[in-house]
């Protein structure tokens, strides 16, 4: 029997998106899982340098809840997303992917990316890497 899987598509960038994708991460990797995240899109400008260094965005349709939901996590010396998936690569089998299309969609380049990223690869590679597990799509 194969191992458990757990893959996520990573398309938002925005902070209220990208909290369950650490926590859903490092949840998985502490529980035994091959964990694959794919950054696409503006999911992909979160794990770039700059984007890394920029005040945390909330999606429009949540933006009275941001301020509260920062100072909230906060309050709580709650870790940002990326220090989750850090944390659950120290613990698991975390692999982390930024979308070679995407990339060349915006002019990114390898060396933009932060130090916590795997590999730059297409999508026929990820979905190879996802096959016989969980999907899903934040």
């Known amino acids: 029997m194969a191992g458990k899987k757990l893959s996520i598509i990573v398309f938002s960038g925005t902070v209220d ?3 369950p994708v650490g926590i859903l991460a490092s949840g998985a990797a502490a529980s035994g899982y091959e964990v694959n995240l ?3 899109f ?3 400008n979160a794990i770039t340098k700059n984007g890394m260094q920029a005040q945390p965005q909330i999606d429009k349709n949540y933006e009275q809840m941001g301020p509260m939901m920062m100072k909230r996590m906060m309050e709580m010396k709650f870790p940002m997303w990326h220090q989750l998936v850090k944390e659950a690569k120290d613990v698991g089998e975390v692999k982390v992917y930024a979308c070679s299309t995407t990339m060349e969609f915006f002019g990114i380049k390898k060396e933009h990316l932060a130090d916590f990223v795997d590999d730059v690869v297409g999508v026929a590679t990820f979905l190879d890497r996802a096959e016989g ?3 899903l799509f934040i």
């Open 17 to 19: 998106k990208l909290m």
């Open 38 to 40: 794919f950054f696409t």
């Open 42 to 44: 503006w999911g992909l």
């Open 133 to 135: 597990g969980t999907t």
